[in-house]
């Protein structure tokens, strides 16, 4: 082509070429300071719906996990209170033993149905007291245990309130009984006997309910972690490659200028033909 003060080819494809540099330098750059290759859907449209797909998985599994903790810290409560529970119940069977001993006097054994009465009244206040996050599961028609355990919140682990108050299905003991008569000694040691065993039954259900919430937290913490890994693979930048590419970028923009500002220069050229 011939010389033209229109028309500076070379001075048009050189900025071509620089403009391209400085998309590419951009783009690394923005990888550089997200540490993300696909941050937005302009850079990669099908990526970043699986990503933010995956992301939203993430999230609900977050959800699962604080459901989990809430039923956890719950069902933590209602141990602790069946447990407490059932060591009453062990000392007033003790109490109830010692008062069907038809030697006993009759002040010793009325002291013995004081302290019975104590342990009786504390059972109702540990149960009442057996709340967390306005769950109690150990009260006279208390609430079941739940937690979701998937992210569409679909599906969830249920342990079933048991009932530990006094004269209900596992405690037969009555708010007022007492054992200060032989006879009613001796009942009272037949009832906390089955009383025991059936809240040791208890127990070993909300046992079995904490292992499965345990196991159920770890298996939605390692599912969490392994898709944020997935995630990871499918939008983070190597930033060891892009801190290369930097280096190269920063080198062709000054070349490109370079270019460019020699490019700019070759229309005065056409000056020395008029000398």
Same mark, same amino acid.
Do not use: C, W
């Given at each position: 082509?011939?010389?033209?003060?229109?028309?500076?080819?070379?001075?048009?494809?050189?900025?071509?070429?620089?403009?391209?540099?400085?998309?590419?330098?951009?783009?690394?750059?923005?990888?550089?300071?997200?540490?993300?290759?696909?941050?937005?859907?302009?850079?990669?449209?099908?990526?970043?719906?699986?990503?933010?797909? &995956?992301? !939203?998985?993430?999230?609900?599994?977050? %959800?699962?996990?604080?459901?989990?903790?809430? =039923?956890?810290? $719950? #069902?933590? *409560?209602?141990?602790?209170?069946?447990?407490?529970?059932?060591?009453?119940?062990?000392?007033?069977?003790?109490?109830?033993?010692?008062?069907?001993?038809?030697?006993?006097?009759?002040?010793?054994?009325?002291?013995?149905?004081?302290?019975?009465?104590?342990?009786?009244?504390?059972?109702?206040?540990i149960i009442e007291n057996a709340e967390f996050?306005?769950?109690?599961?150990?009260?006279?028609?208390?609430?079941?245990?739940?937690?979701?355990?998937?992210?569409?919140?679909?599906?969830?682990?249920?342990?079933?309130?048991?009932?530990?108050? &006094?004269? !209900?299905?596992?405690?037969?003991?009555? %708010?007022?009984?007492?054992?200060?008569?032989? =006879?009613?000694? $001796? #009942?009272? *040691?037949?009832?906390?006997?089955?009383?025991?065993?059936?809240?040791?039954?208890?127990?070993?259900?909300?046992?079995?309910?904490?292992?499965?919430?345990?196991?159920?937290?770890?298996?939605?913490?390692?599912?969490?972690?392994?898709?944020?890994?997935?995630?990871?693979?499918?939008?983070?930048?190597?930033?060891?490659?892009?801190?290369?590419?930097?280096?190269?970028?920063?080198?062709?923009?000054?070349?490109?200028?370079?270019?460019?500002?020699?490019?700019?220069?070759?229309?005065?050229?056409?000056?020395?033909?008029?000398?």
């Open positions: 082509m011939g010389f033209s003060v229109n028309t500076n080819a070379s001075a048009f494809l050189a900025l071509q070429n620089l403009h391209k540099t400085n998309r590419d330098l951009a783009r690394t750059q923005t990888r550089i300071n997200t540490g993300l290759k696909v941050s937005s859907a302009k850079d990669d449209a099908a990526t970043y719906a699986i990503a933010q797909k &995956l992301r !939203g998985d993430v999230a609900g599994l977050g %959800a699962v996990s604080n459901s989990l903790k809430r =039923a956890g810290s $719950s #069902l933590d *409560v209602a141990i602790a209170a069946a447990e407490a529970v059932s060591d009453l119940l062990i000392e007033m069977k003790e109490k109830a033993v010692a008062a069907k001993d038809s030697g006993l006097d009759t002040a010793s054994r009325q002291s013995l149905s004081r302290d019975f009465a104590q342990l009786r009244d504390q059972i109702t206040s996050n306005g769950v109690n599961a150990v009260k006279a028609n208390g609430r079941d245990i739940s937690a979701i355990t998937d992210p569409t919140a679909s599906k969830s682990l249920n342990i079933a309130a048991q009932d530990l108050s &006094l004269g !209900g299905a596992n405690v037969s003991i009555s %708010a007022g009984q007492t054992i200060d008569t032989v =006879a009613f000694a $001796s #009942l009272a *040691v037949d009832q906390l006997t089955t009383a025991i065993d059936n809240v040791n039954a208890s127990l070993s259900t909300l046992g079995a309910g904490a292992k499965r919430l345990e196991i159920q937290q770890s298996f939605v913490a390692k599912l969490s972690d392994t898709i944020e890994i997935g995630i990871g693979n499918l939008v983070d930048a190597d930033l060891a490659k892009e801190a290369a590419n930097l280096q190269a970028l920063q080198v062709k923009q000054q070349l490109g200028l370079q270019a460019l500002s020699i490019a700019n220069q070759s229309p005065s050229a056409i000056l020395t033909l008029f000398r």
